[in-house]
Nanobody
Framework: QVQLVESGGGLVRPGGSLRLSCAAS????????MGWYRQAPGKERELVAT????????NYADSIKGRFTVSRDDAKNTVSLQMNSLKPEDTAVYYC????????????WGKGTLVTVSQ
């Protein structure tokens, strides 16, 4: 079992920045690809960014490329999402995800943290 706890959400003005963090426990963190997903009101959950173990590769949604940066610290079992130049359309609940990278297995999800971009 993997437990994921997100933090760092809040209210920010357009053009501002936020940094989300996700703390993982309960399983070998370094064997999981970590990801951030988001779900806006009335929309389906969508991929924001993923990062492979040891940060050997990353993947970003086109809508956030150049504005968001995903990183991980395998020694501290954390993954972060630095969000810059935020737009109102970035408003959503952001979820942390853990996906087994080397074996088959289930995904794990955090409960989410709300990001609101508004004047």
């Amino acid at each position: 079992q993997v437990q994921l706890v997100e933090s760092g959400g809040g209210l920010v003005r357009p053009g501002g920045s936020l940094r989300l963090s996700c703390a993982a426990s309960g399983a070998p963190f370094a064997t999981y690809a970590m990801g951030w997903y988001r779900q806006a009101p009335g929309k389906e959950r969508e991929l924001v960014a993923t990062i492979a173990p040891a940060g050997i590769s990353t993947n970003y949604a086109d809508s956030i490329k150049g504005r968001f940066t995903v990183s991980r610290d395998d020694a501290k079992n954390t993954v972060s999402l630095q969000m810059n130049s935020l737009k109102p359309e970035d408003t959503a609940v952001y979820y942390c995800n853990a996906h087994p990278f080397y074996t088959y297995g289930r995904d794990y999800w955090g409960k989410g943290t709300l990001v609101t971009v508004s004047q």
